[in-house]
């Protein structure tokens, strides 16, 4: 079949999320093509360039989101009158919400019909733009422009608009005009057509949020059905990433990812999780739980099989955390464990493993290395190695520890301190490697841990040090753990299980989809996808079997003609 994948800032590019369980995915289905429609977020992601592609990558099509040079459309009269309709119906959804982005399953938030009724008021707006974009050629600049401040400020000042956005001044309402101008644009994109999207068996949308918008409207115009996946909702994304934001901005546009997502929701055939974390989210954005598959994301085993079949540590006395280091990952709960540990076992080390994560985790990782001087003043001298001082500070790729394997292999425990995590990916590298972990209870930890390691509340260093200790204290129950981590990540965490997952969903959708006008053979008979299955098939096919003969003359094909499997040539394209 024919898949049509909708990524935001990740794959193809070199940079970005979603990026490497998107290219496992494509390579692990190798038996199926893959168009690929990325959006980007930066230049800098732009010019870092693409990923080498699979040979199953038939087409690539990009457009930025952090620029659009303005379409040359001119709205006449009518079309001004149809946008103004059609954008202030969209925003006076966003300000008569419950405020602060309320969503369904929340104390305090809208009633059930009082849902269903906004839902329908944001999709009747979001696809009236669509269509008026198709029609007059883009609504990027119009989206830019001064006449959308103004209905913006309209809808804020109407009655019934919630407190935060009656509160909304001139720099706010330019702020979210310019977010929502960025968010919208797949609207003015080309890709809708029965040469794009209109083509493909499944659009996939890789995430959440804008990623979503052009699987939506290619279901509008074209029918075709969706898939959605999430490793993380965007809505949780946006209060984690936007605390400080003004209460007007933050609401707006909290109400905006929450209509935007329980509209995709509610149009896709299926919605994936990645964790049941990410899925309680889901639901309270309005996910039909009978939609809903949670699909662990897929690690690859290989690098740690070594590591994870000779479990032997290379010290019994010694703590690893390894991971990026930013403030979320509080590594300074760590080192006031670590301190605890030291008074009841001296003999104890701790390696501190990663580099940091921009400019905050710079500060942040000499703040670390500050306090770690202070909790151990009789042996911070000289510099921090494993040698001198009982805490370390280094990063993958060095002499001592070459890969992230070598990492956990270092030490007799993994220990993980974060106050927000969503899957925690560097927790199923230590399991499979074999080695017990210590954790605090945050995302997904308890549902990938799953009995086979300790979970402590966070920001409570003494249960993190009582932990560590028992551990480190009881070698045997420390091999029972690890063997047991080991066994059930490799069960549930792998890259196989999560491309097989998927590889079984696209085909219950793609069996559930009504064949499309257009797909017809040249009998008129329903041709169920878009590529016949014998143009995979890397042989020459022989006409000794009539039945053979007749299989291989398919529309555009003489009869008696030979059938060769193909090679493409991906194609790069603009917007």
């Known amino acids: 079949m024919r898949i049509g994948l909708l990524t935001e800032g990740g794959y193809p ?11 496992r995915l494509v390579r692990g289905l190798a038996q199926h093509e893959f168009d690929v429609y990325a959006l980007s977020r930066s230049e800098r992601q732009e010019d870092d360039g693409w990923v080498p592609l699979s040979p ?58 009082a849902l269903t009724s906004e839902a329908d008021r944001f999709a009747n707006a979001l696809y009236g733009l669509a269509e008026l974009a198709r029609e007059e050629g883009g609504l990027a600049g119009t989206l830019r422009s001064e006449a959308t401040v103004r209905t913006l400020e309209r809808a804020c000042r109407a009655p019934g608009a919630h407190r935060a956005a009656r509160e909304a ?47 939506l409207l290619a279901r509008h115009f074209t029918g075709v059905p969706l898939m959605v996946t999430e490793y993380g909702v965007s809505l949780r994304a946006h209060y984690l990433t936007a605390p400080d934001a003004p209460p007007a901005v933050r609401s707006l546009l909290a109400a905006f990812q929450g209509r935007l997502a329980a509209e995709a929701y509610g149009r896709a055939e299926v919605v994936t999780a990645g964790n049941t974390h990410t899925r309680r989210w889901q639901e309270r954005c309005g996910a039909d739980r009978h939609k809903l ?7 690859e085993a290989r690098p740690f099989a070594e590591v994870g079949e000779t479990p032997d540590c290379a010290d019994p006395d010694t703590l690893v955390w390894v991971g990026r280091v930013e403030p979320a990952k509080d590594l300074v709960s760590l080192l006031h464990a670590f301190a605890e540990v030291r008074k009841q076992e001296p003999g104890t080390r701790l390696r501190i493993v990663g580099a940091p994560a921009g400019p905050e985790g710079v500060a942040y990782l000499g703040h670390c290395r500050t306090l770690a001087a202070q909790l151990f003043p009789d042996e911070a001298e000289g510099p921090h190695t494993a040698g001198d001082n009982p805490v370390s500070f280094e990063e993958i790729g060095g002499p001592e520890i070459p890969s992230v394997a070598d990492a956990h292999a270092s030490g007799a425990v993994t220990v993980l301190s974060s106050v927000v995590e969503g899957f925690p990916g560097g927790l199923v590298e230590a399991m499979l490697c074999g080695r017990a972990t210590v954790s605090t209870d945050v995302g997904a930890v308890v ?38 981590a080991r066994a059930r990540a490799l069960e549930l965490f792998t890259v196989e299980q999560n491309i097989e997952a998927f590889h079984r969903l696209y085909l219950e959708i793609v069996s559930r989809a009504p064949v499309r006008p257009g797909l017809l053979d ?18 020459r096919w022989s006409a000794a079997s009539p039945r053979l003969a007749a299989a291989r003359s398919g529309p555009g094909r003489a009869a008696g003609g030979p059938v060769r499997a193909t090679t493409p040539v991906p194609a790069r394209e603009g917007a």
């Open 13 to 23: 590019y070199v940079s970005g999320d979603a990026r490497l369980w998107c290219d």
């Open 56 to 113: 199953n990558v038939r087409r690539v099509r990009t457009a930025p989101l952090w620029m659009a040079e303005d379409d040359e459309a001119v709205l006449g009269r009518r079309a001004r009158r149809r946008f103004t309709e059609c954008f202030g119906e969209l925003a006076a959804v966003l300000c008569e919400g419950p405020g602060a982005g309320g969503v369904a399953g929340v104390a305090g938030g809208p009633s059930e019909g």
């Open 169 to 215: 001044r001139v720099p706010d309402l330019l702020a979210v005009a310019a977010h929502l101008a960025r968010a919208l644009r797949p609207l003015s994109l080309d890709w809708y057509e029965e040469d794009g999207l209109g083509a493909v068996d499944l659009c996939h949308a890789s995430s959440g949020g804008t990623a979503v918008l052009p699987g």
């Open 293 to 299: 598959r949670t699909v662990h994301p897929g690690m």
């Open 447 to 484: 549902e990938v841990i799953g009995g086979t390691g300790l979970v402590v509340p966070p920001r409570n260093p003494r249960a993190l040090a009582d932990a560590c200790v028992a551990l480190l204290r009881d070698p045997q129950r420390r091999a029972r753990l690890g063997a047991a």
């Open 522 to 539: 040249g009998a008129g008979a329903p041709l169920p996808f878009a590529v016949p299955a014998e143009a995979h098939v890397p042989v």
